[in-house]
């Protein structure tokens, strides 16, 4: 295990020293959807990745955002994204890092997120709790959600889902201290990790999006579901993630968005 983590590490620094070098600079852009942008830095930081967890376990699976796709006859597969808040790097916004997750038979095992430009480095372990740069973290201990620190994030395909994301976001505001939208689902989780925010939701994010914050968020003392308290899976479309004390507070705001639009229907 201390292999696979001291290698996942090596591999989220050489994708994040990539993102660091060119922060900043102009980016050639290219646009997968109206809004679903990627530079080619992302493809610069997945091929670092890849390439060195491939010459360290070859037998590997790997799964990357950008296109990497490599399945074998492994029990372990590692989940990555090598730019989360493409948007954010693209405007040199700086809040953006790369997350690197190692799966065992389907369970995520050991999440690395770093953030190059404050460079602070989340890990952690299945069962062996999440760190900091080294030291170890844990969630809040604000037990109300109308004192707590909210993040989310909308999906590229906003505009088409009938604004229940938007109405999530709205019932949320009246119902918490605030809502932030920093546009890296990854750091969003590690930032609630470490007790910087209370709360997390967020619809038809992707596995690579959530699966080293989830991990990490668990690990810190924190609690992952899906809008309904269910346990969380990372190949699914809604997470609700939380300090565990304001868990069920939230849980009660998503099911209100649920009843009003099944009231309208
Ligand atoms: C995005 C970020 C953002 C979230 C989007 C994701 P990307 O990832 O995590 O916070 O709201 O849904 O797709 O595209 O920057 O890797
Ligand atoms: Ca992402
Ligand atoms: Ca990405």
Redesign the pocket.
Known sequence: MRDYLEVAVEAAKLGGDVLKRYYGQKKTIEYKGEI?IVTEV?RRSEKLIVDHLASRFPGHSILA?EGTHKVQQSEFKWVI?P??????YAHDYPF?GVSVALERDSEVILGVVYHPVFEELFVAEKANGAYLNGRKIGVSKVDRLRQSLLST????DVEDDSSEALRHFENFIHAAQAVR??????L?LCYLAMGRFDGFW?L???P??TAAGALIVTEAGGQVTDFSGNGYSIYQDQIMASNGLIHGQMQKVLDLCHVKSTLEQ
Do not use: V
């Not at 730019?83 to 954010?88: H, I, K, P, R, V």
């Not at 994030?153 to 590229?156: A, D, K, L, W």
């Not at 939208?181 to 990854?186: I, K, L, N, P, T």
């Open positions: 679903d992302d955002e994204d730019l989360d808040g493409t948007t954010n953006f994030g909308f999906p590229y939208r920093d546009g890296s689902a990854a969003d967020e038809r994010l992707k690579w999006d």
